[in-house]
């Protein structure tokens, strides 16, 4: 069987559920050794861990908005593993409201857990892969942040910000054979868009040309070619995984 990524470390956020975990399954299938984090579902965390449990896996929770929890845990990190090729950053939440009515709480854990938490990951996962002169990162973002929906700027804004951190890394560790790019999925049958109405999903897939949402695997496909070897020539860019949106 082909184990594209036998020699790698890979680290997911958001790794245990939806498309973070597809992604953690496509990596573990390919040979790597996955560290995948989690905030705060320690029963699907469990269950991942089981269904894995004859695989180089470990999870790990963690607030990603959290600058010193992700220190630490990349100390902790070090004491296991000498290498880091590979961090997806599929971490992501939404707390939806029109900007009238928007809390300034929601505004903030939006923005620190989907763009603070890639920058915080990002950061020191560079720092690694640096030294190796090596490395492929990954942000899940969405057609929201280059669409917009309403009721969702925190959410947009978290998006395009990730845009943006990826096309300004690559510029910075290119030459150090390091890629970033993203991934934007569209509309994908995961617990994020579980609170949607069945009017709301009726009306959000007469938009989408294909006339369906998508599966994580689909997602995790895309993701597979842009940490691989193989794409060692693409960075900078957004791939958009959202059936024509």
């Not at 990002?122 to 917009?148: D, E, H, W």
């Not at 150090?176 to 959000?204: H, M, W």
């Amino acid at each position: 069987m082909d184990k594209p990524f036998a020699d790698c470390r890979a680290i997911v956020t958001g790794g245990t559920r939806g498309i973070g975990r597809a992604v953690s399954e496509m990596l573990l299938r390919g040979g790597a050794g996955v560290t995948a984090v989690y905030g705060g579902n320690d029963e699907a965390a469990a269950a991942f861990a089981r269904d894995w449990a004859d695989y180089p896996l470990k999870t790990v929770k963690l607030d990603v908005a959290d600058y010193n929890a992700c220190e630490a845990f990349f100390t902790e990190f070090d004491g296991d593993c000498d290498h880091l090729e590979i961090l997806v950053n599929a971490a992501g939440i939404r707390r939806d409201a029109v900007v009238g009515m928007m809390s300034v709480e929601d505004w903030r854990r939006v923005i620190d857990i989907n763009l603070s938490g890639s920058f915080n990951m990002t950061k020191f996962a560079v720092q690694r892969m640096m030294q190796n002169r090596y490395g492929r990162i990954v942000c899940v973002t969405s057609p929201s942040g280059r669409l917009g929906f309403a009721g969702q700027a925190n959410y947009a804004a978290s998006k395009a910000g990730q845009v943006a951190l990826m096309s300004s890394l690559a510029k910075e560790v290119g030459r150090r054979g390091i890629t970033a790019n993203c991934v934007s999925p569209g509309f994908i049958e995961t617990d994020l868009i579980a609170d949607l109405s069945d009017e709301q999903k009726s009306d959000y897939r007469k938009q989408v040309p294909l006339k369906r949402f998508g599966r994580p695997e689909e997602v995790a496909d895309a993701v597979r070619y842009l940490v691989s070897r193989e794409a060692a020539y693409v960075t900078g860019t957004v791939v958009e995984i959202s059936g024509g949106l």
